[in-house]
């Protein structure tokens, strides 16, 4: 047997995320002990019962004591303040994560509450689903998927590298990246798509009017993948997108040019338009399923 | 054993859709004889070599002699073409059908060409794959999934019964619509999708640069499923929204002011709004999964 990475790991928050994150780290033995903490009690009863960890609480500075690692798996908008309200209780030497889509304003949230010797490695893990809650939760979410560590600049490269190594344990593939870059990367791949079925199956839901049942029985290919994505933690998704402003109203402008330019070619009977950039997505696909992604 | 439904089936194109019918019928022994005809010799050898049908050539008109039943599966801009080609070879009595996604225009399209004494139903079967071509089709395509029938209303009561029974022996749920209706519901679930999944990953490739390789690497979660949904055939989707163009352009308007209404509550912080409307959007996948569509 190998020693356990850690003796004692602390969540902060037991979603989908967190709850996945206990249970690989328990398939990987990578902790003597795995506590967790969240504000709401039932949600910690859920945990309690499915034994997602060794014990979870509701008193998020007490869960951290004593732990080599904390993470912050709350949606990205409650991150700063749980970080404030633990920073007491974290010991010297302990590495503080989260596991936010979107890193720079976490960055800028919790950073100044990181107390001296502790160390802080941003970090997203861009996996899930569309569920969402404790019970949400399983060991394999993170298996073959990619996790991103965004250090800032002066991070004891001691504490990424154990941090990328839990990941990789975790079963995951670890990349390092600028957070602004992370940002960019994600509004394009993640935040803009989210955006988009959430507003599409609100449109088709309005639109149906008298057809509203018809739509939803034909609801085949296109719009049955855009409700799935659009059942999405809601809260999740509207700290997201207030966090990531910039960088989303930007891929948003171009989007819609794009799209205004598709309108266009439509109403004026251009399928050469269509089909040129209907051959160039497939293309575009195929360089994905090259990479093992789709 | 019972009586095959058809002595001869003609399919006019032979790629996704009339070469999964074509597996499908001979599955449910529907005819005696099933041939094919596609305008690409290409094309009509690779029918032959996966032995689709019992015989497919080149000439539209040769096929259809004899036939019973003549389905043309053809991009929805060539049905017209198709129609007034094989029309000479109807025998009295044949069902003419078709497959195409949109139905008024393909109607207005191959109506005039329909000869008396033969009768078109026009059809549409909700189902595909991101894939075409005659290597494409399955038997299993159509299993559980809708089809919907958009009779004229002066069409003859047997033969829509015919076709009812036909797709049903195909696997397949039938519905009955206006063909207006249907246009505008599919434009709602699958053609306004498939436009902005184009959309999409076109503006994430421009947008991507040098940051390009992350962006296909770390495509997670929604961007994967659009890319999915805009690799379908280029050809058979110009075709669709050149042929949809009322509908799509009136639900895209709607769509638009749906995502401007969105754009601005993120860039004023009003954080209410997007969570009210993905909660919205969660509830319709709910009612959508308990459809058993989902």
Redesign the interface.
Same mark, same amino acid.
Not at 284 to 288: E, F
């Given at each position: 047997m190998t020693e356990p990475m850690f003796d004692k790991i602390a969540l902060i928050g037991i979603g989908l995320i967190g709850g996945s994150i206990a249970l690989a780290a328990r398939r990987g033995g990578l902790a003597r002990q795995i506590v967790a903490a969240t504000r709401r009690a039932e949600t910690a009863a859920t945990a309690n019962r499915l034994k997602l960890v060794d014990h979870c609480g509701t008193d998020l500075a007490a869960a951290c004591e004593g732990a080599d690692m904390v993470i912050v798996c709350t949606p990205v908008g409650a991150c700063g303040a749980a970080t404030r309200e633990i920073a007491p209780a974290l010991k010297k030497g302990c590495i503080v994560s989260d596991v936010g889509s979107v890193k720079q304003s976490v960055i800028d949230a919790m950073q100044p509450h990181i107390p001296a010797g502790v160390h802080f490695v941003p970090t997203h893990p861009?996996?899930?689903t569309?569920n969402s809650g404790p019970e949400a939760g399983f060991a394999e979410l993170f298996d073959g998927? @990619?996790t991103?560590l965004t250090p800032p600049a002066d991070t004891d490269p001691k504490a990424v590298d154990t941090v990328e190594a839990f990941w990789k344990a975790l079963g995951s593939q670890v =990349?390092r990246?600028d957070a602004k *870059?992370h940002d960019? %990367?994600?509004a +394009?791949?993640?935040h803009?798509?989210? &955006? %988009?079925?959430?507003?599409?199956?609100?449109?088709? *839901? *309005?639109?149906?009017g008298h057809?509203n049942a018809?739509?939803?029985?034909?609801?085949?290919?296109?719009?049955?993948?855009?409700?799935?994505?659009?059942?999405?933690d809601?809260?999740m @998704?509207? =700290?997201i997108?207030?966090n990531n402003?910039e960088a989303? #109203?930007e891929? &948003?402008a171009?989007?819609?040019e *794009?799209?205004f330019y598709?309108?266009r070619a %439509?109403?004026w009977?251009e399928?050469d338009k269509?089909?040129d #950039?209907?051959?160039?997505?497939?293309e +575009?696909?195929?360089? &994905?399923i090259h &990479?093992n992604?789709?």
């Open positions: 861009v996996a899930g569309e998927r @990619w991103i =990349d990246l *870059d960019r %990367i994600l +394009i791949t993640s803009l798509p989210h &955006l %988009i079925a959430y507003t599409i199956v609100g449109t088709a *839901d *309005d639109l149906g057809l018809e739509v939803l029985r034909f609801a085949a290919g296109g719009f049955r993948d855009f409700t799935r994505i659009a059942a999405s809601p809260t @998704w509207r =700290d997108f207030l402003r989303v #109203l891929v &948003l171009r989007f819609q *794009d799209l598709l309108q %439509i109403r009977g399928g269509l089909f #950039l209907f051959t160039r997505t497939r +575009i696909r195929r360089a &994905l &990479l992604q789709a």
